[in-house]
Structures are given as structure tokens and as C-alpha cells.
């Protein structure tokens, strides 16, 4: 995991474009600003934490916190894992733009928000609704894009629309190859991985139906 800072702005670029070194968790691409320091704390206050007792509880130095809260410091992305497993909420938390109670969503074309991992981009097509249910996703995988070495598993079902290119997922050891209009939905538990065997980028549906609300499976598929 690189150490890299993530921006203070709205628009986080690539790191290799910062200036900074590259190969990092992901960035959060948004037409709208974001404060990461305010969102700290909101969430710690809703918890009813002192920064004394996130401190406590993170392992970070009290000074660091009050830096970030008072966004006189941007955190890496490490720092921001250790807060978000800390205060039991996805790390995507700290870069929301409002309450996260909306009952509807309506979403045009290229307006939608993007998260951008190191080899690909995500489409949130439920952006602002409650962190529970069903969580929408349109991935894009560049080219030898996987999820890693390790298999993941997590809470609920999980379900695959291949758009376009060529998708393997393997659940329980078993390969399944995805063409456009193939679909998987299988039982999340079940140890699996997935990599775009297509030499270009290749697009899939994503529906993670986590059971659990304090799970985070968008982090286990990204975070390799």
C-alpha cells in the first residue's frame, strides 16, 4: 500500500500526476467539493467520540487527527483505513456529499460519481442513498485488471452483468467466463476473484448485496 496523500480538492487525479508517488489505493473523482476534515467529524461526533478517544482507538496521535479535522493536513489513504475500520464505516464515508438518506436517484450519463482504482474505474449508481441493501455499481477493468491474489469474501450475494469485453470469475474454484450479456449471481461467501481477460477494457454491472452494514465488499474487490 503506497503512502501517497489524497487531495484536499474535489478532483483527485492519479498520483503520478501530483507529483507523488503512484500505484495507490484510489481516488475519488466528484463534481461536487468534499471535505474530508468535516466529514471526520461528522461521523466521529455521530458516534459520540472525543478526538481523545478516536485517537485511543485508531492509534493515531490526537495532533494528527485535529490536523485532518481542521484541514490544515490531508490524510493517506492508510491513515484513512485505520479511521474508517475504527469508526466502523466504509472508507467511502469520509468522501460523501450529503446525508446518504435520498430515496431516489436519478443519474444521467457521465454525470455519475466515479471512484478511480489503479486499474479501474467505478460508477456509484446510488450515490447518496443509506449504506444497506443492494450497492449499484458499473465497473470499468483496464486490460490484466484483477482482484488480486487473495480470495474474497464477504456478506450476502453477489451479482455479475458482463456489458462488455470478457470477464473470468472463479466462486469456489470454479471458472466462469463472462461475454456481453452473461451474467453470475452466486451466494458471497463462496471464496471468489475475478480478471478481465480481454486485451481492452471490459465493463461490467456490479450488485453487492451485503447482509451486513458494516461490511465493505467494494473495498475487498478494489484494495489489492
Same mark, same amino acid.
Given at each position: 500500500?503506497?503512502?501517497?496523500?489524497?487531495?484536499?480538492?474535489?478532483?483527485?487525479?492519479?498520483?503520478?500526476?501530483?507529483?507523488?508517488?503512484?500505484?495507490?489505493?484510489?481516488?475519488?473523482?466528484?463534481?461536487?467539493?468534499?471535505?474530508?476534515?468535516?466529514?471526520?467529524?461528522? !461521523?466521529?461526533?455521530?458516534? *459520540?467520540?472525543?478526538? =481523545?478517544?478516536?485517537? %485511543?482507538? $485508531?492509534?493515531?496521535?490526537?495532533?494528527?487527527?485535529?490536523?485532518?479535522?481542521?484541514?490544515?493536513?490531508?490524510?493517506?489513504?492508510?491513515?484513512?483505513?485505520?479511521?474508517?475500520?475504527?469508526?466502523?464505516?466504509?472508507?467511502?464515508?469520509?468522501?460523501?456529499?450529503?446525508?446518504?438518506?435520498?430515496?431516489? !436517484?436519478?443519474?444521467?450519463? *457521465?454525470?455519475?460519481? =466515479?471512484?478511480?482504482? %489503479?486499474? $479501474?474505474?467505478?460508477?456509484?449508481?446510488?450515490?447518496?442513498?443509506?449504506?444497506?441493501?443492494?450497492?449499484?455499481?458499473?465497473?470499468?477493468?483496464?486490460?490484466?485488471?484483477?482482484?488480486?491474489?487473495?480470495?474474497?469474501?464477504?456478506?450476502?450475494?453477489?451479482?455479475?452483468?458482463?456489458?462488455?469485453?470478457? !470477464?473470468?470469475?472463479?466462486?469456489?474454484?470454479?471458472?466462469?467466463?463472462?461475454?456481453?450479456?452473461?451474467?453470475?449471481?452466486?451466494?458471497?461467501?463462496?471464496?471468489?476473484?475475478?480478471?478481465?481477460?480481454?486485451?481492452?477494457?471490459?465493463?461490467?454491472?456490479?450488485?453487492?448485496?451485503?447482509?451486513?452494514?458494516?461490511?465493505?465488499?467494494?473495498?475487498?474487490?478494489?484494495?489489492?
Amino acid at each position: 500500500m503506497s503512502d501517497e496523500t489524497l487531495s484536499r480538492k474535489n478532483i483527485l487525479l492519479p498520483k503520478k500526476d501530483k507529483g507523488l508517488r503512484g500505484g495507490g489505493l484510489f481516488s475519488f473523482i466528484s463534481n461536487d467539493e468534499i471535505s474530508v476534515g468535516q466529514r471526520l467529524h461528522e !461521523i466521529r461526533v455521530l458516534r *459520540g467520540l472525543s478526538m =481523545r478517544s478516536l485517537a %485511543e482507538m $485508531s492509534g493515531l496521535n490526537i495532533n494528527t487527527l485535529s490536523l485532518i479535522e481542521n484541514e490544515r493536513t490531508s490524510p493517506s489513504v492508510s491513515t484513512l483505513q485505520q479511521l474508517a475500520q475504527s469508526l466502523q464505516v466504509p472508507i467511502a464515508d469520509f468522501f460523501a456529499t450529503d446525508d446518504g438518506n435520498k430515496e431516489l !436517484i436519478h443519474q444521467k450519463h *457521465g454525470q455519475r460519481p =466515479r471512484v478511480a482504482f %489503479e486499474h $479501474s474505474t467505478i460508477e456509484d449508481l446510488a450515490m447518496g442513498m443509506p449504506h444497506f441493501g443492494a450497492e449499484p455499481l458499473i465497473v470499468t477493468l483496464n486490460p490484466g485488471a484483477d482482484s488480486g491474489k487473495n480470495p474474497i469474501v464477504h456478506t450476502g450475494r453477489e451479482f455479475v452483468y458482463c456489458i462488455e469485453g470478457h !470477464i473470468a470469475y472463479t466462486v469456489n474454484n470454479q471458472e466462469y467466463a463472462l461475454d456481453p450479456g452473461d451474467s453470475l449471481v452466486f451466494e458471497a461467501y463462496l471464496p471468489h476473484h475475478w480478471k478481465n481477460s480481454d486485451p481492452a477494457p471490459s465493463r461490467i454491472l456490479l450488485m453487492l448485496c451485503p447482509m451486513d452494514v458494516r461490511d465493505s465488499p467494494t473495498e475487498r474487490h478494489f484494495s489489492k
